[in-house]
C-alpha cells in the first residue's frame, strides 16, 4: 500500500511544485512507483512533466464527476512516475464541493481506488488553506513543509502547522509531519545561513538534512517538461532532490540505497 505525501505551504514560491515534481521524478528513478497528484489550479506540476493541462481529464472529474483515477492518471517519461493532472476547473471545485457530503474526504476517497497500486503518491498542494488542501491533508500519510532560506522564511508556518493540527484532531489523526524542507538556499548569502540556523532552532528534528540549493536547471526543467533527473542529472538541483529521496526512503526503512553511496555525493561533498 503506497504512503501518501502532502507537499503544502499556503506562502506561494517556495518550492512546493517543484519539490514535488522532482521528489516525484527521484523515487521513480529509485525504482519507486509514484504518482504525483496536482491539487493546484495552476496545474504547474502537470505542465511540467509534459503535459498540457488544458487538453485533458483531471483531478476535478474524478472529485466532482467520480471519474475513477484510472481513467483520467497519464504516464509520464520519468521511469516509474505517474501524474494524476489538474486543471484550471479545480478553482470551481471549492465551490462544488461545499455542500457535498464528507466533502473533505473526496480525495482520500478517490486515491483510495488506486493507492495499492503505488510506493509513493506526491500530492502538491495549492498556495491556500482552503478545502481543496484540506482535502489533501486528509488524504495524506504525512506532510512535507518546503520553507525559502529567504527572510520571510517562518511567515505563516505557525498558522499551516495550526492548521495541520486542526485536520489532525478532527479529520486525520494518523497524520502526521515528515518534515521541513530548505529550499532555494543561497551559500553566498550570509543570511541564508542565518535563516537555516534559525529554522533549525525552531524546529530541530523535524528539519531535513538535505538542503535543496539554489539551480539555474531545476528552473530550467520544467519548460522543457522534464523532472530534473532527467533533464540534467549531473546538476546540483538532480543531486540534491536524489538524496532528499533518499533520505525519505530512509525515514521510511525503504532505501534501496545507503546514504553513504559513492555515485550520488552528499551536499557536503559537493
Known sequence: ??????????KGGVGKTTTSVNLGGCLGVLEYKTLIVDADPQANATSGVGFDPQNIKSIYD??????HPSEVILTTKNPNLD???????????????????NREYMLKAALDKIKDEYDYIIIDCSPSLGLITVNSLTAADSVIVPVQAEYYALEGLGKLL????????????????EGILLTMYDTRLRLANQVVEEVKTHFQELVFDTVIHRNTKLGEAPSFGETIVMHDAGSKGAINYLNFAREILQNNSGSKMEIDDPQIPLDNEL
Open 83 to 101: 501524474i494524476l493532472p489538474a486543471h484550471i476547473d479545480l478553482v470551481g471545485a471549492e465551490l462544488e464541493m461545499i455542500n457535498m457530503q
Open 162 to 177: 495550526n492548521t495541520i493540527k486542526i485536520v489532525q484532531g478532527r479529520l486525520n489523526p494518523n497524520l502526521e509531519i
Open 62 to 67: 474524478c472529485l466532482i464527476n467520480e471519474v
Open 1 to 10: 500500500m503506497g504512503k501518501i505525501i502532502a507537499i503544502a505551504n499556503q
